[in-house]
């Protein structure tokens, strides 16, 4: 430290010190950034939104009445959190299965059996990629408990009427977020192209063309056909690797972030 | 600056921030838990359990492959996965559902494969019947029965439900009838459920199969099969939804008279509320 100047002096009185070897490295990163975005104009605006976000810090309904209860439901209302990260891990197992699986109807025989290269590359991923037996598990079990969590989440959010004022969007959301859960579990049962798959597609088919005067284009946006075939693989690929995930994931994003402004429904 | 410092100065901040707004009166009264960080922070602690569970889950029982799709081979159970199970048994409730289908088709007791159009379509709708064939009233065939008849009120039941349940009440017990409801559609979804896959319960527990007043019910209510397991799916609802009911009235009328705290503490939140 150099000679006292009055600068130092007045820096000292308002707590400032000087930055240490890590301090200095981050305001040239800083400094760098900020030259090319102007990153200082949303100074103010990030420092107000870092104390804002933090500024209540109300009690719960057990501490202000001084009950002798404890909230001993409170496991369920982390159903939300738990739905969020089982889709997270089914997004990294999923992009690492991916690598492997092939979305064709293509003729394949695997020792001997009839089968099509879709079912080919989910035997190569079950017994030569390395540890790709566990990886499609995780996917698997993920998927499962994406599902309970999202059934039993809103089951909690019915019995605790967590969709009332000012929650009534979000209750919306939820639903829309439930249904993508339910597509996103059907499309993925029918890409192994196994024999369950097959007439699950075949229910599934059944279904949109039963549906009352959209049943024919119906069956033709979602299976390519009022047949099974390349098209239905294609199209339940695109939906379950592409579409379905990202509508899932900014639905979830905005539902949390809802949360986040609205608070929890307090627990009583 | 050391890291007590950063605290006490960013308590202070936050301090002066809030007591601020508050004396602009811009600072809405909380409603909620704040989800950060006092939610999260719970949260956490049961996810990093749940992160485990699921690596031992993963790692103990890894999925099988099924045998390679043969459209040929039809196997002998055909169902979607269990959580789709409850629309299946609705679409096989609305093949029940013969009212609406006019007595043409008689159904029970016949085998079930819905492979077949006749599974499909109890009602013949061909030409020769000489009935004009509308696409929502007037004769459906079960797939549409099931799917608007029954998916339909119940998306919409589940869409419309913060706009027709309002108000401040927040716990099963100050809402006896919403809470029974929600029982109802627990009940009758589990139900549901279990229906769907009515062909392996019979093949597995042939009692289940065994009629109940069939032939008295036949003649003029031709919905279920009224054997015991359609019975139970038919009973089990009402009664549980039934007993909630009456369980939350009577539970409530023995609070009051004991003046119990916690109930009474609880009435009073909503009251100020």
Same mark, same amino acid.
């Given at each position: 430290?150099?000679p006292?100047?009055?600068?130092?002096?007045?820096?000292?009185?308002?707590?400032?010190?000087?930055?240490?070897?890590?301090?200095?490295?981050?305001?040239?990163?800083?400094?760098?950034?900020?030259?090319?975005?102007?990153?200082?104009?949303?100074?103010?605006?990030?420092?107000?939104?870092?104390?804002?976000?933090?500024?209540?810090?109300?009690?719960?309904?057990?501490? *202000?009445?001084?009950?002798?209860?404890?909230?001993?439901?409170?496991?369920?209302?982390?159903?939300?959190?738990?739905?969020?990260?089982a889709?997270?891990?089914?997004?990294?197992?999923?992009?690492?299965?991916?690598?492997?699986?092939?979305?064709?109807?293509a003729?394949?025989?695997?020792?001997?059996?009839?089968?099509?290269?879709?079912?080919?590359?989910?035997?190569?991923?079950?017994?030569?990629?390395?540890?790709?037996?566990?990886?499609?598990?995780?996917?698997?079990?993920?998927?499962?408990?994406?599902?309970?969590?999202?059934?039993?989440?809103?089951?909690?959010?019915?019995?605790?009427?967590?969709? *009332? *004022?000012?929650?009534?969007?979000?209750?919306?959301?939820?639903?829309?977020?439930?249904l993508?859960t339910?597509?996103l579990?059907?499309?993925?049962?029918?890409?192994?192209?196994?024999?369950?798959?097959?007439?699950?597609?075949?229910?599934?088919?059944?279904?949109?063309?039963?549906?009352?005067?959209?049943?024919?284009?119906?069956?033709?946006?979602?299976?390519?056909?009022?047949?099974?075939?390349?098209?239905?693989?294609?199209?339940?690929?695109?939906?379950?690797?592409?579409?379905?995930?990202?509508?899932?994931?900014?639905?979830?994003?905005?539902?949390?972030?809802?949360?986040?402004?609205?608070?929890?429904?307090?627990?009583? | 600056?050391?890291?007590?410092?950063?605290?006490?100065?960013?308590?202070?901040?936050?301090?002066? %921030?809030?007591?601020?707004?508050?004396?602009?009166?811009?600072?809405?009264?909380?409603?909620?838990?704040?989800?950060?960080?006092?939610? %999260?922070?719970?949260?956490?602690?049961?996810?990093?359990?749940?992160?485990?569970? %699921? !690596?031992?889950?993963?790692?103990?029982? $890894?999925?099988?492959?099924?045998?390679?799709?043969? $459209?040929?081979?039809?196997?002998?159970?055909?169902?979607?996965?269990?959580? !789709?199970?409850?629309?299946?048994?609705?679409?096989?409730?609305?093949?029940?559902?013969?009212?609406?289908n006019?007595?043409?088709?008689?159904?029970?007791?016949?085998?079930?494969?819905?492979?077949?159009?006749?599974?499909?379509? $109890?009602?013949?709708?061909?030409?020769?019947?000489?009935?004009?064939?509308?696409?929502?009233?007037?004769?459906?065939?079960?797939?549409?029965?099931?799917?608007?008849?029954?998916?339909?009120?119940?998306?919409?039941?589940? =869409?419309?439900?913060? =706009?027709?349940?309002?108000?401040?009440?927040?716990?099963?017990?100050?809402? $006896?009838?919403?809470?029974?409801? &929600?029982?109802?559609?627990?009940?009758v979804?589990?139900?549901?459920?279990?229906?769907?896959?009515?062909?392996?319960i019979?093949?597995?527990w042939?009692?289940?199969?065994?009629?109940?007043?069939?032939?008295?019910?036949?003649?003029?209510l031709?919905?279920?099969?009224?054997?015991?397991?359609?019975?139970?799916?038919?009973?089990?609802?009402?009664?549980?939804?039934?007993?909630?009911?009456? &369980?939350?009235?009577?539970?409530?009328?023995?609070? %009051?008279?004991? &003046?119990?705290?916690?109930?009474?503490?609880?009435?009073?939140?909503?009251?100020?509320?």
């Amino acid at each position: 430290m150099g000679p006292e100047t009055s600068d130092t002096m007045d820096a000292r009185r308002d707590g400032f010190t000087e930055p240490g070897p890590v301090g200095r490295m981050l305001l040239a990163l800083f400094a760098w950034v900020d030259e090319r975005f102007r990153l200082r104009n949303y100074a103010d605006e990030f420092r107000h939104f870092y104390y804002q976000i933090n500024l209540e810090l109300p009690r719960t309904h057990t501490e *202000k009445y001084n009950l002798r209860v404890i909230w001993y439901w409170y496991p369920l209302y982390t159903l939300g959190s738990i739905a969020f990260l089982a889709f997270i891990f089914a997004a990294i197992s999923g992009i690492l299965l991916t690598f492997y699986y092939v979305p064709s109807t293509a003729e394949a025989t695997v020792n001997g059996v009839q089968a099509t290269e879709a079912w080919e590359s989910m035997t190569v991923i079950m017994t030569e990629v390395p540890l790709g037996f566990g990886i499609r598990a995780l996917h698997f079990w993920s998927g499962m408990v994406m599902v309970w969590a999202v059934v039993l989440h809103m089951f909690r959010v019915y019995f605790t009427q967590a969709y *009332k *004022k000012p929650r009534e969007l979000n209750w919306l959301l939820g639903v829309v977020l439930f249904l993508l859960t339910m597509g996103l579990g059907y499309t993925g049962y029918i890409l192994p192209w196994s024999q369950l798959s097959y007439w699950a597609a075949i229910i599934g088919l059944e279904m949109s063309i039963a549906t009352p005067i959209l049943g024919q284009y119906l069956a033709g946006l979602l299976f390519g056909g009022v047949e099974l075939g390349q098209q239905t693989i294609t199209r339940m690929y695109v939906l379950h690797v592409i579409l379905l995930p990202l509508l899932t994931f900014g639905a979830a994003v905005l539902h949390v972030v809802i949360v986040w402004w609205q608070g929890i429904a307090e627990p009583h | 600056m050391s890291l007590k410092l950063l605290t006490q100065e960013y308590v202070e901040e936050a301090q002066r %921030m809030d007591s601020e707004q508050r004396a602009e009166k811009t600072l809405r009264p909380v409603e909620g838990f704040p989800f950060w960080p006092h939610e %999260m922070i719970r949260n956490i602690v049961v996810l990093c359990f749940f992160t485990a569970a %699921m !690596l031992y889950v993963t790692s103990l029982m $890894p999925y099988y492959l099924e045998s390679p799709a043969d $459209p040929a081979g039809q196997p002998a159970v055909i169902l979607p996965d269990w959580y !789709l199970l409850w629309s299946y048994g609705l679409l096989k409730w609305g093949n029940d559902l013969e009212i609406l289908n006019g007595p043409g088709g008689a159904w029970v007791g016949e085998p079930w494969h819905f492979w077949d159009r006749e599974w499909w379509t $109890p009602w013949d709708m061909g030409p020769d019947t000489g009935i004009v064939q509308m696409p929502i009233v007037g004769p459906m065939n079960a797939e549409t029965v099931g799917l608007i008849g029954l998916h339909t009120p119940l998306i919409i039941f589940i =869409f419309a439900l913060p =706009f027709f349940d309002r108000g401040k009440a927040q716990r099963p017990q100050e809402q $006896p009838l919403m809470a029974s409801l &929600g029982v109802f559609l627990l009940a009758v979804l589990s139900t549901a459920t279990i229906y769907s896959i009515n062909n392996v319960i019979y093949d597995r527990w042939p009692v289940m199969a065994t009629p109940i007043l069939q032939e008295q019910i036949e003649p003029f209510l031709q919905f279920l099969q009224w054997d015991l397991l359609s019975w139970l799916c038919a009973l089990i609802p009402v009664l549980l939804t039934v007993g909630t009911y009456v &369980g939350i009235r009577v539970w409530r009328e023995r609070m %009051m008279e004991r &003046g119990d705290r916690v109930y009474t503490l609880n009435r009073n939140y909503h009251r100020v509320r």
